[in-house]
């Protein structure tokens, strides 16, 4: 039985000790099948992370990302790996112990499919309403710490698109151009726990929402079936669902987290509504905080053409 081989890509940037975590499941594994590898992609300091791991970790390959967000150094990783499969995971995942050697088993029997969606399941609980967690326990999501990819299929999609420059919104843009190429598969015991993160302020809200229109931009409104009724669908459902959630388990911290939100989604409802007038509609809601934040005010003033749009730099 020949199985492909595998390029297990994480990205991190000074969390030595969530990366710890997440390697030490993957380790005796990797350690016992020489058709796998681990490659680390760092977007604080290489250095510190490599005599950090050292010892008996000595077999992960620590380089150094681009620092230009997680899209970015998701593609560094993966340009400087060797393997048929790609496994992208993040440090702060806990892995399943076979994970690996369930998706080599399903793309060895698979040659059909191009990208295996794993499992997703949270751990711990949400203490607020900023809190939140990337869950997938049933499919259809493909979020970028848990899924494997074939490198051919990657290249052909030009990898992740490195203009959102932050961790939202660069999963969803990879599964929206990959769905048009090669059916994904979820398997469900391709599992990782991930636990709650604490996203708060206006400023983790404006990334979210910056990064969606850049999405909407690059694919157009058509092609994508966001409308003005969407985005006040999902702020009512926030506002009911998730705060409902909330109140019933008596986790209220951060309450403003729910406002944000909820305007948040009525200013892109706006936008999409007048989406002619989308570059200065978002610089007025949304004036840049960063170099993230100007980075996609740039792209969005940009008049290229719909083939150049879509094609990731």
């Given at each position: 039985m020949i199985l492909p081989t595998v390029a297990i890509v994480i990205p991190t940037r000074n969390r030595t000790g969530f990366l710890k975590r997440c390697l030490s499941k993957l380790l005796p594994y990797v350690s016992s099948h020489p058709e796998c590898s681990i490659t680390v992609s760092d977007d604080g300091d290489a250095s510190v992370t490599r005599?950090?791991?050292?010892?008996?970790?000595?077999?992960?390959?620590?380089?150094?990302?681009?620092?230009?967000?997680?899209?970015?150094?998701?593609?560094?990783?993966?340009a400087h790996s060797t393997g048929e499969l790609l496994v992208f995971l993040d440090d702060d995942c806990i892995p399943e112990e076979n994970l690996i050697e369930i998706y080599q088993d399903a793309a060895r029997k698979s040659p059909e499919i191009g990208v295996f969606?794993?499992?997703?399941?949270?751990?711990?609980?949400?203490?607020?309403?900023?809190?939140?967690c990337p869950g997938n326990e049933t499919g259809g999501y493909l979020w970028s710490c848990n899924f494997a990819i074939r490198r051919e299929l990657f290249n052909r999609i030009h990898g992740f698109d490195d203009r959102f420059p932050f961790a939202a919104v660069e999963d969803y843009d990879l599964h929206f151009r990959v769905k048009q190429l090669s059916p994904v598969l979820f398997l469900r015991d391709a599992r990782v726990w991930h636990g709650y993160e604490r996203r708060a302020g206006w400023k983790a809200v404006k990334h979210l929402i910056l990064s969606d229109l850049l999405f909407l931009h690059i694919h157009g409104l058509e092609a994508t079936h966001k409308t003005p009724l969407y985005c006040i669908r999902m702020a009512v459902r926030d506002l009911l669902v998730n705060g409902s959630r909330c109140l019933r388990a008596g986790t209220v911290k951060d309450p403003g987290q729910l406002v944000f939100r909820f305007w948040a989604y009525l200013q892109e409802s706006f936008i999409i509504l007048f989406w002619r007038y989308r570059v200065s509609?978002?610089?007025l809601f949304y004036p840049p905080c960063c170099p993230g934040c100007e980075s996609i005010?740039?792209?969005?003033?940009?008049?290229?053409s719909p083939a150049e749009m879509r094609k990731p730099t």
């Open positions: 005599e950090a791991l050292g010892g008996e970790m000595g077999i992960v390959q620590v380089i150094q990302g681009p620092r230009r967000g997680p899209a970015a150094n998701r593609n560094c990783g993966a969606e794993g499992r997703i399941s949270a751990t711990g609980k949400a203490k607020g309403f900023a809190d939140g509609l978002a610089r005010h740039s792209v969005l003033a940009a008049h290229d």
